[in-house]
């Protein structure tokens, strides 16, 4: 597969880490892939931090990478906000440094409150925004700022648990001025796509994710091929009930992917049959009448018998429970 493209756009938590530590083989296999002439990008919507602390970050796992290397979700936002403002506009910034940072590399002037009448408001993550913050946003949109999100992500991991995402935040000030944002820059909207491209002159980019709705989503969004890899968020119970605009190009367990050609599953009826499995859905149950070898092809045509049946079937509902979607057979 590295072959047959030009760029990775990876996402980060997920696929090149989980929590504290990088995803075992990664760091080994990115460089594999840097040296068959294939370009890496770091795609994050977390606009909290800038391209240097997230390079940072990485090289400290292992993982090879340069500030120019990491696109966030802040660049995209000012990037969209710059193609919407005079030079040297002010915008009111709701979030941290990543945002700042961003705005200022455009050319803009960033402000912290709304009587200093800024053209536009920017919002994004970070664990420092509280009422007031988002107060000044809200008077901000109600004089008629423009208004940008960097991200909707409704959750973020934290060391307790999970917690209240921009799109949490974003939803508050919404609620309060009872408009929406006009532009969301991150995943999966274009926006932090479109900055990837631009910045890495891409024309065969493989969106790599973990997640349907941001990752997979995003990708269809941008017409771009996506692979799904299952060392973060999605399970095969959610992969099995995606909607048609979260499938991904390309399934796999790990990121080893990269390296192997890749089949689709065979169709013979109600079975979908690949690398000596046969998957097929029967009494609202995912079955396999045959197993092979290789786990992967078995979770390739274990989601193409799933799609089938939410698609075709009609006592599928979006709503209806598949079973046997978390059967020993569809485990790693």
């Known amino acids: 597969m590295a072959d047959a493209y030009d760029c990775a756009m990876l996402d980060l938590d997920g696929v090149v880490y989980v929590g504290p530590h990088a995803v075992e083989g990664v760091p080994a296999l990115l460089d594999r892939a840097r040296g068959q002439g294939m370009t890496l990008a770091f795609v994050t919507n977390n606009a909290s931090r800038t391209p240097q602390s997230v390079a940072a970050h990485l090289n400290e796992l292992g993982v090879e990478a340069a500030a120019s290397d990491v696109v966030t979700s802040a660049q995209a936002a000012a990037r969209e906000l710059s193609a919407r403002l005079d030079p040297g506009a002010k915008v ?15 050319g803009l002037t960033c402000v912290n409150r709304a009587d200093e009448h800024p053209a536009a408001v920017v919002q994004g993550f970070d664990r420092s925004v509280g009422w007031e913050q988002l107060a000044e946003a809200t008077y901000a949109v109600h004089a008629g700022a423009l208004w940008v999100a ?36 991150g995943k999966p909207y274009r926006p932090l796509f479109d900055e990837t491209v631009r910045r890495i002159a891409s024309e065969r980019p493989l969106v790599v994710g973990d997640r349907l709705d941001t990752d997979i989503e995003g990708a269809r969004n941008c017409d771009a091929d996506s692979l799904l890899v299952m060392t973060g968020v999605t399970d095969p119970p959610a992969l099995c009930r995606a909607r048609p605009e979260q499938r991904p190009s390309y399934l796999a367990w790990t990121l080893d992917a990269l390296f192997d050609e890749h089949h689709a599953p065979v169709r013979h009826g109600e079975t979908f049959e690949l690398g000596g499995w046969q998957v097929a859905v029967r009494d609202q149950r995912l079955v396999a009448d045959e197993h092979g070898a290789d786990r992967g092809d078995a979770l390739r045509a274990a989601a193409s018998a799933a799609w089938a049946w939410y698609d075709e079937d009609s006592t599928a509902r979006d709503d209806a429970t598949l079973d046997g979607c978390d059967a020993d057979w569809l485990q790693p």
């Open 92 to 106: 009111l910034v709701i979030g941290g440094k990543g945002l700042r940072v961003a705005l200022e590399e455009q």
């Open 150 to 185: 960097a991200n909707l992500d409704l959750t973020v991991p934290t060391a307790g648990g999970i917690a209240p995402g921009n799109g949490t935040l974003v939803n508050a000030v919404a609620a309060a001025a009872n408009v929406r944002p006009a532009v969301v820059a």
